[in-house]
């Protein structure tokens, strides 16, 4: 299955793609394209490290926002993707490109939707926000992207516990690495191998 993975930041999420290619879980899943909302993320650096092509679609270097939309999708059905990973992208999607892509576009999310997420609730935001409530869980989500944040089609879950002594940081770093590199490899294997289908706005995951 080939793949296109949009990012903004780090690249942690991609890395363990990549990785995971690498390793063989992911065996069938080639990497064709990795967009990036910006010419600073350094995940940008990692897909060079990798030889896999990638480019930077800004928002701002467009007057109209269909017009950006437009070059978005465009890159993507240049590329051959089947499915588009949003992994740590933080500009909302072009309806055209949600549309197109309609239940072929998954984003990982850091906090167990429905809480703690929505407009605003990305990157570092969300774990201040559990600490700040005081809940005593919290993780990743792995679901459908559909034309708001963060309201598609959940796939899998991960929770960790929240300790007394978390920071945002600490807490950001544990899900990171226990949930969102764990279950975003897991859901797009699960896709890779025909086992997601979507049934009444519930994604059924047949593992
Ligand atoms: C990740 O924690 C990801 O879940 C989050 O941004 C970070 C990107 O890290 N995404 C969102 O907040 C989307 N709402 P990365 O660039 O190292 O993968």
New binding site residues.
Partial sequence: MKIAVF????????QAIIDNIKSGYLADVEIVLVLASNNGAY?LTRASDNGIPSCVVSVKDYADKDDWDQAVLDKVKESGAELIVL????SLLGTKTVREYSNRII????ALIPSFCGAG???IR?HKAVLARGVKVSG?TVHFVNENY?EGPIILQKAVDVRPDDTPESL?QRI?KEC?QVILPRAIRLIADGKVTIENNIAIVNS
Avoid: K
């Fill in positions: 990012v903004s930041g780090g690249g942690t999420n991609l995940a992994a740590g992208y933080l984003n990982i999310h850091p609730m990305y990157g969300p990743a963060d950001q990171m969102e």
